[in-house]
């Protein structure tokens, strides 16, 4: 691949946009860690990028806006990605109650299919016609248990609210709108202020 761009590397993996059989994308490579057994960081390298491609086929299974998986290279521990164009959400959020509604939709259809993001913040989302775009699953897993799930949305509201303090009413939007369409999603929001509560006295 000729002429890369280097758009991030952070402690986990080296990303830059690329192109792939003429198409605009990003090629992800999860970089090594030399203090780790090659063995074992070879076979952790291998599992992860596994999840990350199966995370991002099965949200775009239930319909929601994610990039596309273009081709996925476990030995190699890299995955090219479809380049997704737009805004990030922390640049459209404020004062657009519509769509802080699409994105507490969008993660409440995650959450009853039982996937957890991981890192869910305005940062990895790219607003796509007016639409979030989920990116970025390599922290992602699965799993059915409020906490799991509570802890998903209070990274959410972390990032929304340290972008801005005064984004109260946005995360009200999200906060009701998740309530409503998750499953258990009043529960799941109690468990957020739960935890939340634990954390101030830590």
Not at 114 to 132: A, Q, W
Not at 136 to 144: A, E, H, K, N, Q
Not at 167 to 176: D, G, N, R, T, V
């Amino acid at each position: 691949m000729k002429s890369e761009k280097i758009l991030r590397i952070g402690a986990e993996a080296k990303i830059a946009r690329t192109k792939w059989h003429g198409i605009d994308a990003v090629r992800k490579v999860r970089l090594r860690k030399g203090y780790r057994n090659k063995v074992l960081d070879s076979e952790l390298t291998k599992s992860r990028i596994k999840r990350e491609a199966a995370l991002l086929h099965k949200a775009k299974l239930l319909g929601l806006n994610t990039a596309v998986v273009l081709d996925v290279d476990v030995n190699s521990g890299e995955l090219i990605l479809e380049y997704v164009a737009g805004k990030k959400a922390k640049e459209c959020i404020e004062k657009n109650t519509r769509l802080c509604k699409k994105i507490a939709e969008a993660i409440a259809k995650l959450h009853n299919s039982g996937v957890i993001h991981g890192d869910l913040t305005l940062d990895n989302m790219i607003i796509r016609e007016k639409k979030p775009v989920f990116i970025d699953f390599s922290l992602g897993f699965y799993s059915d248990k409020l906490e799991d799930k509570a802890t998903d949305l209070l990274n959410l509201k972390k990032s929304l609210l340290a972008l801005r303090p005064d984004l109260k009413k946005e995360w009200q939007s999200i906060e009701a709108t998740y309530a409503k369409k998750a499953r258990k999603g009043r529960e799941i929001i109690a468990n957020m202020h739960a935890i939340e509560s634990r954390a101030r006295y830590i």
